[in-house]
């Protein structure tokens, strides 16, 4: 049976959705007249799914057809789905028209493995070299290199793409070779590593780099994830680790019943609170969680180290340097930013921090203002946790996500 | 007093000038004669072109580029009752541009919350806008939105849509952000035809609607999560929505 456009687009979207990371944030404005399309650097959400996850880009696949068999995919080749692929050209017409009507951002093109891996990265090449030569399209486009294709297409591929990424898929090397025995961490890293080396040839900044993994689905502890995110991080390889709640589609001896497994959705919240913590606020990943430890599900990663701290605290919010403020729980950057731009006219109050809309709620408990301090409860753990317990449920609710989460944005 | 003015920019700017030159003392900056009785006086101001410009070119004297900006910004918070904070930022601003990042002043952390606002908004609308295809292929958008931000929309998308003539129709205040091969233009809008839409227009809209569904994951849904972030009055010409 042939499919048609509407049928193919709504199984590719429908195989593609549980890579997560979608932003667009991070490019440099690249406005050239009269071109079509231009990308932003803060990221634009041009949607939410039911779900509540942005809708930036058109992320399908290019095909579900897979010689593979990772265990945890929908698309493995043992599974008996229905296949399908766009053809490049469909694709890019769609992605223009998409783009034209202001539905998103650009596109994400990732893929089943076709035959092989570099029939299937040419393929999205080809896609590629339609949009930016063809159309002129100067919008956003993320494009996933293919594990084991060749050096020539990835160096095609960074000359292309605004992003590329690889998926890292699981925390270490030996969940990757119980669950997806065609993949090794060196195949995996390798695109990226080279992609890094020849855009650092051309520019003084590389390509912007990303990668995905699952949560959940092996046994590694958030002690494990933090640190080999950390090391990404550290390496300048990636710009953005995402993380992803195992969802389970497969039965598989090495994998959780489907049946009885719910995505752990609050763990993957608090991984990119952690996460947040270890590339904006200066923290390290050994000072998050000692080793083998799994981030607290009760209270958020910097509330959890401030309990653990508390010599640490209080502090004076009148006078603290940036960086120890950020480690106040209950303050962000925006926040904070508000603390030192009015702090140079007068000595804050509690008073005062209300008038400037900031909550105390959770940093009452840590902070010196002026003559204020919190006296109803001293600095002792215990007591302190009950007290920020009693404060209801919006510490442990998943619910009340970060939106910044998923646009990537401060 | 109270002080009256017709609610246009050149209104407000010959207001700052008599507050000046006329020595008032606001008490209340109002739009529209309140309708219940007013014991105080009503001064009523009459924009003026000299006054007003003399006052914009000391604005742009004395004030730095960006500040000069949020002047304007505010303006466009036209749902919002912020004259009177507006007033004390430029009489700060006058006095002492040093003062203004004083946010402990409630008027001046009025004017940056607001801003601030408005900013959020222009930011949303960049990706919550949806734009149809007409039959001779101009793109076309219909908003509604709290504050005025069709200068915001226009620069963007001139910048996003390269060649392709394109209108941005503000339906709450009647007006439109007009670009083709030859001008670029806010134009008020008394009336218009229903529009006519490309052959492909149903088409596309249905595809997108098939990929927004299609791309929602059923064991995380939460709908409530999703009204936080796309609130129910920016819906309206959001397609996806309809379906
Ligand atoms: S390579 Fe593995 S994860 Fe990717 S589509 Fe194929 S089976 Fe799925």
Redesign the pocket.
Known sequence: MKMTVTDKLTLLAD?AKYDVSCSSSGSENNYKTGELGCTHNSGICHSFTSDGRCISLLKV?LS?I?????A??????SNDTPRTAFSPRELAELTINFYKRNYIEGLFLS???IKNEDHTMSLLLQTLRILRHEYRFNGYIHVKLIPGSSKELIHEATLLANRVSS?I?LPSAKSLALL?P??SKEKLLSPLKHARDISLERHNKPISMSTQMIVGASSESDFDILKLSSSLYQKALLKRVYYSAYIAVNHHKHLPVPELCKPPLLREHRLYQADWLLRFYGFSYDEILNENENLDMQFDPKTFWALRHLDFFPIDINTAPKEVMIRIPGLGIRSILKILQARRFKTLSFEDLTQLKISLKKARYFIVAGSDYYRASHLYEERLKLALIHQGGDIIQPTLFDTSIYTGEL | MMVLYDGSFEGFLTLVYEVYYAKLHVSAIVKKMPERLVFERVYEILSDETKATKVLHALQKHFTKERQRTIFNIFLCDTKTHEHSLLEYIRIGFKNPKLLGNITNPHLFYIQTLEKELLSLVHKMYGFTRFEELEDGTLYAKIETKFNILPFLGEHFSKRLGKIPFIIHDMTRSLAFVKDESSTQIHSIASFDAPIYSQNEAHIKELWQRFFKATAIQSRHNPKLQKNLVPLLYRTYMSEFQA
């Open positions: 195989s696949l579900n897979c010689i593979y068999d990772c945890y995919c929908i698309n493995r080749v893929s089943g493995i998926n898929e997806a065609d993949k």
